[in-house]
């Protein structure tokens, strides 16, 4: 059975930092796409950081210079490296893995206070 399960969420000042990890099961990280997203409460779930299974990555224009998404192939992790933080950065932040099948983790809150 496949699982993610993410952590590594809490609550920090602005301007601090969190590392979000995605531990996997069941798939190898290495062979597929990877993303990080978030949904704030009220709106919608956005992409926030991807990583292909090439490597290559992207991020959202808000996030960028800020966040930084990698993953530990020995670990079969990915992880979420998230500094400066700021108060819109408040999400639930899901893991997401994509090759033929999409899968889900759980969530994990992140929550930024001024």
């Known amino acids: 059975q496949v699982q993610l399960v993410e952590s590594g969420g809490g609550l920090v000042q602005a301007g601090g930092s969190l590392r979000l990890s995605c531990v996997a099961s069941?798939?190898?990280?290495?062979?597929?796409?990877m993303g990080w997203y978030r949904q704030a409460p009220g709106k919608q779930r956005e992409l926030v950081a991807f990583i292909s299974s090439g490597g290559s990555t992207n991020y959202v224009d808000s996030v960028k210079g800020r966040f930084t998404i990698s993953r530990d192939n020995a670990k079969n992790t990915v992880y979420l490296q998230m500094n400066n933080l700021e108060p819109d950065d408040t999400a639930v932040y899901y893991c997401?893995?994509?090759?033929?099948?999409?899968?889900w983790g759980q969530g994990t809150q992140v929550t930024v206070s001024s």
């Open positions: 997401k893995a994509w090759r033929r099948e999409t899968y």
């Open positions: 069941g798939i190898i990280v290495s062979i597929n796409h």
